[in-house]
């Protein structure tokens, strides 16, 4: 059976002149990265109408280590409706190259439902990330300089808030010591390193209209406190102008395809369990304005992502999603219903009936945006027709519209179902609406997401995140959206809690402000912003040979 990468590597790619023409680009806005990949000039922009198309969310059920094959799924339906004759765009974010090496993988689909250069757009694809992570040191290099060349803004060396950041996954970096040995070194003080997507660069650049936007938005960064408790921003370190000349190229989304020669714009990356999980809204209006239907995910599970997508990338946006799709798989489910993943290739009704919760959680949670859901369940091999039938009658007994997805195995065609039934969605209004409304106060909008969307009991508060309340207040930042940043493996903030826990409180450790991105950010149990790599980790396995082909990498 080949691997995914030896399947990339054997399709048959059109110049990325040729997959432009079928969205009418025009190779003129064109930024070419060889002949698989390119830059989108946003100077398009100008030439275009108005957004016509349907906007299509796919997310998923609570993640676990059996998989669920979201992304897969987003691809194989953009391939689908493609098949279908209808003019399709798919948006997916940049892949951080910290889990590529680290144990989670990269996002680039799986089997026959993929985007390629697959190897590419997982490690240096056209520079974005590096780009990011530049400017994020940048702002850190020029706080530390100001503070080592006389202090003129009376920063207070304890309250720095902005951390350095590096797109991989290193734990030792966390906490770090900066400025040691002699004085020429700069103010010895402690200091931390969060991963790229999880920085507040990349949160401004997914969230960014346009390069004013951005730069604006970066102006009002928060890298510290003054002494007498006052903010200090970017804009007063003057180096707005320079971070916005390091992001001018990567603020332009980037244009690939999938297996089957369909468009893919994939641009911007944060992380769904620590940012906001979704690709640019930059790249999603675009596409809007390109394609009639245009598909996207968003990471993690629906508590997550979904709700993430659908509170603030939409509200920030203006946009409205036309159709919701629920990705599932058997396997999940039954992990969820109490197996362990070594028995799940077992037929099991049994545990499959107990982790149906999970999936109903999932599926009445984005009832509560005003839309009706689509379930996807994703196919796996060792999925009995017993548990497929299972799923199935489940789905229409509870009056859940649903259709297998079979991209993994048979690409485009595996999805066409899924498709019609997203086309037949797509035509009906909905009644959209955000789970919660801005101006309500911080401690409630945070318990609406934890009660509303976790099923939390009760939410409490550490007194550091206390005094980050009262300072947001003080600010006048209260009037944000809500950012979690919460474990992925679970609805609550204990990652070892599966299926549908109730009853338990979610605690907040501290509160981030996010001023520029224009985001509060709560921090809940032992969420980390720069993770850490397993004990085999998978750079071990990827090997490259002589011609320069890599094997290993998925």
């Keep these: 059976m080949l691997t995914d990468i030896e399947i990339s590597q054997q399709a048959k790619k059109e110049k990325i002149g040729k997959i432009a023409k079928k969205i009418e680009i025009n190779e003129h806005y064109l930024i070419q990265y060889g002949l698989y990949k390119a830059k989108v000039n946003l100077d398009i922009e100008k030439k275009l109408n108005e957004a016509k198309g349907k906007l299509i969310l796919v997310t998923a059920i609570t993640p676990t280590p059996a998989g669920e094959g979201k992304t897969t799924v987003t691809i194989g339906l953009g391939d689908a409706l493609n098949v279908l004759k209808k003019k399709t765009l798919i948006c997916l974010r940049e892949p951080s190259m910290g889990p590529v090496f680290g144990?989670?993988?990269?996002?680039?689909?799986?089997?026959?439902?993929?985007?390629?250069?697959?190897?590419?757009?997982?490690?240096?694809?056209?520079?974005?990330?590096?780009?990011?992570?530049?400017?994020?040191?940048?702002?850190?290099?020029?706080?530390?300089?100001s503070i080592y060349q006389g202090?003129?803004?009376?920063?207070?060396?304890?309250?720095?808030v902005f951390n350095r950041a590096v797109d991989m996954n290193d734990r030792v970096l966390r906490d770090v010591t900066i400025g040691q040995g002699s004085s020429i070194n700069g103010v010895e003080r402690s200091s931390h390193y969060d991963i790229t997507v999880a920085s507040e660069i990349m949160a401004i650049l997914c969230l960014s209209n346009d390069l004013k936007d951005?730069?604006?938005?970066?102006?009002?960064?928060?890298?510290?406190?003054?002494?007498?408790?006052?903010?200090?921003?970017?804009?007063?370190?003057?180096?707005?102008?320079?971070?916005?000349?390091?992001?001018?190229?990567a603020i332009n989304p980037n244009l690939v395809q999938t297996l089957e020669n369909n468009p893919v714009l994939i641009h911007g990356g944060p992380f769904a369990n620590i940012a906001h999980g979704c690709n640019s809204i930059i790249a999603t209006r675009l596409a809007l304005k390109l394609a009639d239907y245009v598909v996207?995910?968003?990471?993690?599970?629906?508590?997550?992502?979904?709700?993430?997508?659908?509170?603030?990338?939409?509200?920030?946006g203006g946009l409205t999603p036309s159709a919701v799709v629920l990705v599932a798989t058997i396997r999940a489910l039954k992990m969820h219903g109490g197996l362990l993943k070594e028995e799940l290739t077992i037929p099991n009704v049994n545990a499959l009936s107990n982790g149906m919760a999970n999936l109903q959680k999932h599926l009445e949670n984005i009832k509560k945006f005003g839309i009706t859901p689509l379930i996807a369940l994703n196919k796996f091999f060792s999925d009995s027709q017993e548990e497929i039938d299972f799923v199935l009658n489940w789905a229409h007994k509870n009056n859940y519209e649903i259709a297998l997805s079979e991209g993994f195995e048979k690409g485009g065609l595996g999805c066409v179902e899924l498709a019609k039934k997203v086309?037949?969605?797509?035509?009906?209004?909905?009644t959209f609406k955000y789970l919660y409304n801005l101006s309500l106060p911080v401690t409630e909008k945070i318990s609406i997401i934890c009660k509303e969307i976790y099923g939390a009991g009760a939410v409490e508060y550490t007194l550091k995140a206390q005094e980050d309340l009262k300072k947001i207040i003080q600010l006048d930042?209260?009037?944000?959206?809500?950012?979690?940043?919460?474990?992925?493996?679970?609805?609550?903030d204990d990652p070892k809690l599966l299926n549908v826990p109730t009853g338990f409180t979610v605690l907040i450790k501290e509160i981030r402000l996010s001023a520029g991105a224009g985001l509060i950010v709560p921090i809940t149990g032992k969420i980390l912003t720069m993770p850490g790599l397993p004990k085999r980790p998978a750079a071990e396995q990827i090997k490259i040979n002589k011609n320069g082909t890599i094997r290993g990498l998925f």
């Design 103 to 145: 144990l989670k993988g990269g996002a680039t689909g799986g089997g026959f439902s993929q985007v390629t250069p697959m190897e590419d757009i997982n490690l240096h694809f056209t520079g974005d990330m590096h780009a990011i992570s530049s400017a994020v040191n940048l702002i850190a290099a020029v706080l530390d300089n």
């Design 151 to 160: 202090n003129e803004l009376n920063i207070d060396i304890k309250k720095v």
């Design 214 to 249: 951005l730069r604006n938005r970066v102006a009002n960064i928060i890298v510290a406190y003054n002494l007498k408790g006052k903010p200090v921003t970017v804009k007063q370190l003057k180096i707005e102008h320079a971070v916005a000349v390091l992001l001018k190229e």
């Design 296 to 316: 996207t995910e968003a990471g993690f599970g629906a508590d997550l992502g979904a709700e993430k997508f659908l509170d603030i990338k939409c509200r920030v």
């Design 423 to 430: 086309v037949s969605i797509t035509d009906k209004p909905n």
């Design 477 to 492: 930042y209260s009037n944000l959206p809500i950012c979690m940043a919460k474990t992925q493996n679970s609805l609550s």
